[in-house]
């Protein structure tokens, strides 16, 4: 199995850009989503923070309110400074996609990353980590990036 990539994004524009190198030149995982599922996904986190996050299970509730108001922010402030992700970490359901799809799901990341850029109103506070700053959100949100493009391993 191929080893990760080091990567770290100063922007969310950078990481569009090196998931579309991704797209054009093919790539090798060194994980277990593909090009289309992890763009799916950190899609849909930048989207949480526009539209709304999904409603969280009744039985997880209490495990959020802990995070949010113990760990997690300081856990965003680390990230926000540039600490990795930890791989394995469960995530929301409703941010899995299926595999496949390369394509739509890179234009889809584009597409969000353009409305993110774009947006000067409200953000939704994270559940785990609380509420932060469009520059701090976006500095977690390129940690993400880099954390689950790392998987993919351009071809050339």
């Known amino acids: 199995m191929p080893t990760r990539r080091t990567l770290t994004f100063a922007t969310l524009d950078a990481a569009v850009r090196d998931a579309e190198h991704l797209l054009a030149v093919g790539y090798d995982k060194a994980g277990n989503w ?5 763009c799916g ?7 949480f923070q526009l539209d709304g996050f999904p409603r969280i299970p009744l039985h997880l509730r209490p495990v959020f309110w802990v995070l949010r108001h113990t760990v997690g922010p300081g856990q ?4 926000a400074e540039g600490a990795p992700m930890k791989a394995g970490l469960p995530t929301l359901k409703e941010s899995e996609v299926p595999p496949g799809d390369d394509a739509r799901r890179v234009a889809e990341l584009r597409e969000t990353v353009a ?3 774009a ?3 409200h953000l939704h506070p994270s559940p785990a980590l609380g509420s932060a700053t469009k520059e701090r959100y976006e500095k977690v949100h390129c ?3 880099a954390h689950h493009l790392s998987f993919l391993i351009p071809k050339s």
């Open 143 to 145: 940690v993400h990036c």
């Open 115 to 117: 409305r993110w850029a």
């Open 41 to 47: 996904h950190l899609a849909a986190w930048v989207r």
């Open 119 to 121: 947006h000067a109103g």
């Open 76 to 79: 965003g402030r680390k990230m």
């Open 34 to 38: 593909d090009l289309g599922q992890c």
